[in-house]
C-alpha cells in the first residue's frame, strides 16, 4: 500500500485542511482587528490635533482681530505638530505648512464632507500624487467666516506598524501547519497501529488455524470491538468449519459401511459356486444396502441444498388433514409389522399452503422413528390441531425416550443416541435434520419432549 493511499494519509490532509482553514480565519481576523486599532489610534490623533488647531487658530484671531492671514500664521508656528496642516478661510488657504500645493479641487472635496458630517470629517486620500495618506478635517464659523483645518499623516507610518505583525503570521503559519502535519501523521499513525498490527495477525489466520484469536487491548474502543467483532466471527467460521469436517468424515463413514458390506457379500459369493438359494440371499442384502446407501445420499443432497439456501418449499394449497391420513395409511404397514398401535386423533378439515412432498417427508420421518424406538405392542398416536394462526403435527410414542443430554443433539446430522439400534432399524442419522430444515423452510418449529424409556412426543408447528 502507498502511502498516498493510506488512511493515515487522508486523515492527516483532512486534519490539515481544517486546521489550516481555522488558523488562516484566525490569522486573518486578528490581523484586521490590529489594522483597525492602529488606523482609529492615527484618526484619533488626527481629530485631536483638528481641535487643537482650530482652537489655537481661534484664540490668534482674538488677538489679531480682522487679520486672519497672521492669526494663521501665529497658529501655524505656535502649533508644534508632526503632520502638516493647512488653514483655511472658506476655500482660501491662510498658511499651511504641506510641502506641496493642496489641489483645490480635493480641498473644496474634503470641505464639503465636512459640512456634510457636522464639520469633522476623517478620510483616506492622494495629493500631488503621493502615497496614501489619512486626512482630518475640522470646520468652524468664527466671527461670521468659516475657518476649517486639513491635517495630514501618511498611512505609510500605519504600514510600517502592521509589517511585522505580516511577517510574524507569514512565519508562523507555514510552520506551525508544517508541525500540525508531522503531529497530526504521528497521531493518525499511532491511532492506526492496532488496525495495522490486527491486519498483520489476521494475514496469519487460515483454515489450519482458525482457533487463533486477535488480540484486543482495549474492549471499550472502536478498535477493540472490531478486533472483538473479528474473532466472533473467527469462532463461528471455525465451529463451522469443524461442522463441516465432521460432516465430511461421518458421511463417508456412513457411506462406506454399506459399501464394505456389498462388497464382503459379494467376494464371498464369488469364492466358490453357490446354490441359487444363497445368491439370492447375497443379493437381497446388497439390494438392502443399496437401498440404504440411495436413501441416504438423496437425505445428503437434500442437506447440502438446505445448506447452499435452495431448500426451498414449492408452496401449493391442499388439506394438510388429508396428507396426515395418508401418512398414517403409509405407516400403518410398518407400525403392524411390529404390532404396534398407531392412532390417528380425528381430524378435522385443515387447508394450509405449503410443499407437501416435503411435509409427507417429515411425517412420515417421524412416524418412521417413533415406530422404529418403540418396543412392540407399543402406542404411537399422530395428532393434528388447529390453533388461531397455526397447526400442530404431534407424533407420540411410548417407546425407549430420549436421555436429557441427547435430547439436544438429536436434530444434529449423523447423531444417534444409540449407533448400533439405529443402524439395525435402517437409520442414519440425517432424518431428523432434515425434518429440521423442511419445518424451517416453512417458517415453522419443532419441539420435543422424552422420557427415558417412557416415550417422546415431537411437536411440529407451521404458521398458517
Ligand atoms: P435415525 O436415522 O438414526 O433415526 P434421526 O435423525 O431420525 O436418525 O434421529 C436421530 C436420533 O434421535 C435417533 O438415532 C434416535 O436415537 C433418536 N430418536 C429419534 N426419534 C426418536 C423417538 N421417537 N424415540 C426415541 N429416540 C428417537
Redesign the pocket.
Known sequence: MSLFSSVRFRLTLWYLFFFGILLAGFCAFTYFLIKKDIHDRLDNYLVKDSHHAIATMLSELKENPGNNRAAALEALSEMSLNSPIGIFSGTNLLASNFTENLDDVLVKEITDSAKKSNGQVVLSTRYAGKEEVRIASLLVEAEGKEFFVILAEPLESAREQIQPIKEIFAITLPSTLIIAALGGFLLAKKSLSPVVAMSNQVKHISANNLYERLTVKNRNDELGQLAETFNELLLRLNNSFENMKRFIADASHELRTPLTIIKGEIDVALLQAREPVEYQETLSIINDETVRLSKMVNDLLALASADAGQYKPKVELFYLNDLIESCYKTSKVLASRKHINLILSPLSETPFKGDEEMLKRLIL??L???I???LNEGTVTLELINEAKKVKIV?S?N????AED?LKK??E???????A???S???????????KCIVEAHQGSIE?E?LLNK??K?IVSLPL
Open positions: 420421518n417421524l418412521d422413528n417413533a422404529k424406538y418403540t407424533v410414542d417407546g425407549v425416550g430420549i441427547s438429536i436434530f446430522r449423523f447423531y444417534r443416541v444409540d449407533k439400534r439405529s443402524r432399524e435402517g437409520g442414519s442419522g440425517l432424518g431428523l435434520a432434515i425434518a420435543v422424552s416415550g417422546s415431537f
